[in-house]
């Protein structure tokens, strides 16, 4: 079933059954512009964005694609994305959609070409909302297969793209299974006493590392697999380094209507009000086990 059927057979409202479909077009222009665009950035070329990082070539072409061809169709109200430092109004929009998104996820794989990805969050008014009001949450997995994995709060549903063009359905209804996959970020140096004790209790239990640098792919492999993904607080950095509005609310928000959960180690991500569209926070997400596990270790201290 193509994308399009699929969203009017389950009941997806209009204006948001049209949004979903116009974002996974645009996905196919970032897909296509990998051929054209070059991986790393020449010697005088480098940029960073809000978060100091260094952006690829890749980073801005994928920003301006999605920005440009939401400005010119004015589907949404009001735009936030990683690589921007404001929030983007836009003029006369046809909907009240805030629409957060960060364009391309494990940029820093590019040049070795390995999976990549796109992940956007679409709330019902303004982006600085918490997760839990998000209307819709996707991403965009550049693999062997371009796939497309959604939510409107109606299950999680993965398609992928076919010979013609278009998205069709994969898998309906994903449900988080048991596993023991575990991907975490950060250097082992760096941990705090809490998560240090988490990990060694998940290796211990024979979890398998499984981490690529590319938080979509990793959390995908762990939606189908299970397990959990982390990227925690550590010395130094105890906010964490992952952002709150366009990494953990879209893919909390999948996780959750999966089955699993989502947590900085003491609560639920998705209850959080932002403060800023540049926050960030400690990451534990995947399995409710999983997820328990952390915040009692954290409640021990």
């Not at 297969?145 to 010979?163: M, N, Q």
Request: charged share 25%; hydrophobic share 40%; glycine share 12%.
């Amino acid at each position: 079933m193509k994308l399009a059927d699929f969203l009017i057979s389950a009941g997806t409202e209009k204006n948001l059954a049209e949004l979903i479909l116009f974002l996974g077009k645009q996905s196919l222009v970032v897909k296509k512009g990998f051929l054209g665009t070059s991986g790393k950035p020449h010697a005088g070329e480098k940029t960073r964005n809000v978060y100091g990082e260094e952006q690829m070539p890749l980073d801005k072409f994928a920003d301006g694609v999605f920005i440009e061809s939401l400005k010119k169709s004015r589907l949404v109200k009001n735009i936030a994305t990683e690589e921007q430092e404001q929030v983007i109004e836009i003029d006369h929009p046809k909907n009240n959609f805030g629409i957060v998104f960060d364009p391309l996820d494990g940029s820093s794989l590019i040049d070795v070409n390995l999976c990549i990805g796109t992940i956007i969050g679409i709330y019902p008014g303004h982006v600085l909302d918490k997760g839990s009001n998000l209307v819709a949450a996707l991403y965009i997995l550049y693999g062997p297969l371009t796939s497309l994995t959604y939510t409107t709060g109606k299950g999680v549903h993965e398609f992928v793209l076919d010979e013609s063009g278009e998205f069709v359905l994969r898998h309906r209804d994903i449900r988080i299974p048991d596993g023991k996959i575990y991907a975490p970020g950060a250097l082992r140096k760096d941990y705090l006493p809490a998560h240090a004790r988490w990990i060694e209790h998940l290796e211990q239990s024979g979890y398998k590392l499984r981490f690529s640098g590319c938080f979509v792919a990793d959390v995908h492999q762990i939606l189908h697999k299970g397990g959990v993904f982390t990227y925690p607080g550590v010395k130094g950095k105890e906010k964490g380094k992952l952002r709150l509005l366009y990494e953990a609310n879209p893919m909390g928000k999948l996780i959750r209507e999966a089955g699993g959960a989502i947590s900085n180690g003491n609560g639920d991500i998705l209850e959080i009000i932002p403060a800023a569209i540049d926050q960030v926070t400690p990451i534990y997400i995947g399995g409710k086990n999983e997820i328990a596990l952390i915040e009692k270790f954290m409640r021990e201290g």
